[in-house]
């Protein structure tokens, strides 16, 4: 029994050891994307999803247990009651982008960690626990834009005059603690606690072309922290002891978090034929500190369905609505209209207890997802899709534990290049590491 409890001990102190890791990493990573529409609302917003429901479009809403072992589904947290061994699940992800506008392009990549989620069973199969950290948006984007003045009383603009050079970096993330539980054999309800934090930064420098000059720069930072709620329900119908339909709902609530801003303005020389900057050079112009503004988070709405034959398919869809026209900070909305998109796919497992064949245990998974997004730029709605396919391939499965990597690939396009707007083609891999082990069970030796 000491040796049980001696390595039940050591894995806990592994995953604490990792989840302070990756808080350590989320907080101090800055760039995590290359993308011009990033600036916009709170930047761009990730799905709250493993990469096994990335695979399927993104379908989760109505999704309870699609394989014979323990997922964590945050986005709806009804389904922690379906827990029935310790989970933990890992994962990080790569992003290969390229932007193009008119007859330009220009590709870049980044990597970061993506999740980490734990689950417990309080009761298998009735009631579950799950935390977990999760990055919520990211900025990251730099561009350019000459403007012009009237130089020496001339009504003439002058467009080479002076750049505005604008950019942004950080992102928010989302510490969440949720429940699920169980009420008769086919109602589910679940909640979530979620703590919002993080960093949104946005600068833009004034850049006369003429040397010598003095570059004027304004940088505006927002510090986020705050507590969220999101929950969930399911319904589940019978077809047969192996098939079901499962009916879920979930969503967030608009709550109110706060953030405290700080504005500094600040004059330094520049010379633009080298591009260099001297930081002992910089002039505090201005400074100002405020405290305590108010970020209204949006309500969203998720509605979705799956039909299954247990340890074989699954297909899927999922609906989703978006308040964004009601986020404000500060009381200053930032001009976005409310978003709404659907996802769809789904995943086979050809026999799940084959020994002959590794492949025939394989998940296979595919799906496809859109959205309007929350921006319209230059009267044009800027729209997402992908197509998304990945594989679940078994390590271990047993009654006592199964191990499983989730691999993922999106394909997906963002925006056009209608009316100068720019379009971002990118493909997101995304990787996981799913434990189900019985790190509390008490086992009786005769």
Known sequence: MKLLRLNMYKKINYIVAIMALFASVSVKAQVTSQSPYSRYGLGNVNSLLLPQFKAMGGIST????????????????????????????????????????????????????????????????????????????DVGYQYTKNSGYAANGSSTLDSTAFNNRYSGEGGLNKAYLGLGQQFGDY??????????????????TIEPVTYPAYNTRQQIKNSVGGIGFSYGAQFEIPLSTKSRITLG??????????????????RFPFDPSTGEENPASYVTVDSVQQNGIKLKLPLMHNFGFSIQRDNKWM????????????????????????????SAGGQITPD???????????????????????????????????????????????????????????????????????????VNIHLGFTLNDTWFKRFRFD
């Not at 109602?187 to 833009?204: H, W």
């Not at 989730?406 to 990118?426: A, D, P």
């Open 187 to 204: 109602v589910r309800i679940g909640a979530n606690v979620e703590y919002i934090f993080g960093n949104l930064i946005q600068t833009q």
């Open 315 to 342: 297909i899927g869809a999922d609906f989703r609505t978006g308040k964004w026209s009601k986020l404000t900070m500060d009381g200053v909305n930032d001009g976005l209209q409310d978003s709404w998109g659907f």
């Open 62 to 137: 109505g999704v309870y247990r699609p394989d014979g072992y323990s997922n964590i589904n945050m986005q709806n947290p009804a389904t922690y009651s379906g827990i029935m061994m310790t989970a933990v699940d890992i994962g990080a992800s790569v992003e290969f982008k390229k932007l193009k506008q008119g007859s330009l392009s220009e590709g870049s990549f980044n990597g970061s960690l993506s999740h980490i989620a734990l689950a417990f069973p309080l009761n298998p199969g009735r009631t579950g626990l799950s935390f977990g950290l999760l990055p919520f948006t």
């Open 352 to 426: 799940i207890n084959s020994i002959g064949s590794y492949f025939n245990r394989m998940d296979y998974r595919a799906g496809f997802t859109y959205d309007k997004t929350y921006m319209r730029i230059s009267s044009q709605d800027i729209k997402q899709m992908a197509v998304t396919f990945g594989f679940g391939l078994p390590l271990v499965y047993n009654r006592y534990a199964v191990y499983k990597i989730n691999l993922t690939t999106e394909l997906g396009k963002r925006g056009s290049m209608t009316n100068g707007l720019v379009q971002e083609n990118y």
């Open 249 to 266: 709902y979930s969503g967030s609530a608009s709550s109110s978090i706060s953030s405290d801003r700080s504005t500094v303005l600040t």
